[in-house]
Structures are given as structure tokens and as C-alpha cells.
T-cell receptor
Framework: GNSVTQMEGPVTLSEEAFLTINCTYTATGYPSLFWYVQYPGEGLQLLLKATKADDKGSNKGFEATYRKETTSFHLEKGSVQVSDSAVYFCALSGRDDKLIFGTGTRLQVFP | EAGVVQSPRYKIIEKKQPVAFWCNPISGHNTLYWYLQNLGQGPELLIRYENEEAVDDSQLPKDRFSAERLKGVDSTLKIQPAELGDSAVYLC?????????????FGPGTRLTVL
């Protein structure tokens, strides 16, 4: 079945550092891929998405490119801020429209 | 515009007791989801509604869990009786419709602790 694997956290960075959170997937067909973010005490929010191979999703300085050849959708940001501290979830949606989430990666950014 | 509303935010009960969670989706959203999120894990779908019809409840443990969405708006998820392993966060989400072009909006969740 469909599944998502993302790097374990926590990821600890200093402000203005470069961020990469790895995500790989297993799916039949051509799924849509998503990154969700969960700030402390809040619900999950869609951060960005890509619906076909080679698409790049971007939002708030974050980017991720749908790589079919490596079945990956790594999240990147050039310069993180303290306010980016949150839990990030990679997810996919297949033919059945069901969202399958990874286990989440906690990001901690220190001043 | 108000987001997805859930109540209560926190609930502590003893095992074998019943518990219910309530969700009010974003106005106009026809599709409603209930997810279970265990500690350190991503959310897992329990049930999905299209209006008042449950179209995917394959992951709902039907021996103790039940859900309803009367009139196709608010929804209630019930556990009876609760077990220790049910301690988790229960998330509600809604979207205009199905498919990857319809963003799912999540509520803050209800954190259940079963003692």
C-alpha cells in the first residue's frame, strides 16, 4: 500500500540556517504530495503541495520538488526563523483520495 | 471566516467510560474527516463523510467507535467503552470536496486521555 517515510527529528538549527527535511514515498500510480505544518497548540495547516512529477510547491520561503525518479519530496528553506519551529508532516494522496501522512519531523530553531 | 471547530479540546476519562467529540466544519464544506493521531505519529483517517453519507469508514473500529453527521453539517465521534489504548488526539478536518485540489482544513483536535 501507499506509505510515506520522513526523517526523524528533532531537527535543531540556528536562526538563518538552511533547512532540509527528507521525505520519500511509496505509491501506485501518480500521487499528489503535500507538506503540512503543525504549530504548537494549533491544527495542521497545508504548507505546500505538488500534484505531478517535477512540480515545485512553494510557500512562505519553503520549497519542495516532486521527484518521481527518486520518489522524494524533500522540504527546503534557505533561511529558517524561530517562528518556523513546528512539526512538519509529509503526506500523499493516491487514487482513493486518502491522505497518508508520515510520522512528522519536529523542527526547533534557536536565536 | 471561522475555521474547523472542535470540542472539547481536552478530555480525561476512566477506561470503560463513554466519550464523545464534536466537530463543526467550515461553512459550505461538504466533505468531513475524522483522524486519529497517536503520539509521535501522523494522523490516520478513521472516517470520511460526503454530506451526511459515510463513504469511507474502513479504518473505524466499529465495535466501539461510532460517528454520525446528521444534516450533513456537524459531526460527532463516539467511543463506548473507551480503552487505555484510545488515548490520542482526535482531529477533524473538512474540505469543499474530494481530491488533491480541495485542501483539507484541520481543527485543533481533542486530546483524549484514558486512565
Amino acid at each position: 500500500g501507499n506509505s510515506v517515510t520522513q526523517m526523524e527529528g528533532p531537527v535543531t538549527l540556528s536562526e538563518e540556517a538552511f533547512l532540509t527535511i527528507n521525505c520519500t514515498y511509496t505509491a501506485t500510480g501518480y500521487p499528489s504530495l503535500f507538506w503540512y505544518v503543525q504549530y504548537p497548540g494549533e491544527g495542521l495547516q497545508l504548507l505546500l503541495k505538488a500534484t505531478k512529477a517535477d512540480d515545485k510547491g512553494s510557500n512562505k520561503g519553503f520549497e519542495a520538488t516532486y521527484r518521481k525518479e527518486t520518489t522524494s519530496f524533500h522540504l527546503e528553506k534557505g533561511s529558517v526563523q524561530v517562528s518556523d519551529s513546528a512539526v512538519y508532516f509529509c503526506a500523499l494522496s493516491g487514487r482513493d483520495d486518502k491522505l497518508i501522512f508520515g510520522t512528522g519531523t519536529r523542527l526547533q530553531v534557536f536565536p | 471566516e471561522a475555521g474547523v471547530v472542535q470540542s472539547p479540546r481536552y478530555k480525561i476519562i476512566e477506561k470503560k467510560q463513554p466519550v464523545a467529540f464534536w466537530c463543526n466544519p467550515i461553512s459550505g464544506h461538504n466533505t468531513l474527516y475524522w483522524y486519529l493521531q497517536n503520539l509521535g505519529q501522523g494522523p490516520e483517517l478513521l472516517i470520511r463523510y460526503e454530506n451526511e453519507e459515510a463513504v469511507d469508514d474502513s479504518q473505524l473500529p466499529k465495535d466501539r467507535f461510532s460517528a454520525e453527521r446528521l444534516k450533513g453539517v456537524d459531526s460527532t465521534l463516539k467511543i463506548q467503552p473507551a480503552e487505555l489504548g484510545d488515548s490520542a488526539v482526535y482531529l477533524c478536518a473538512s474540505s469543499l470536496g474530494r481530491g488533491p485540489y480541495n485542501e483539507q482544513f484541520f481543527g485543533p483536535g481533542t486530546r483524549l486521555t484514558v486512565l
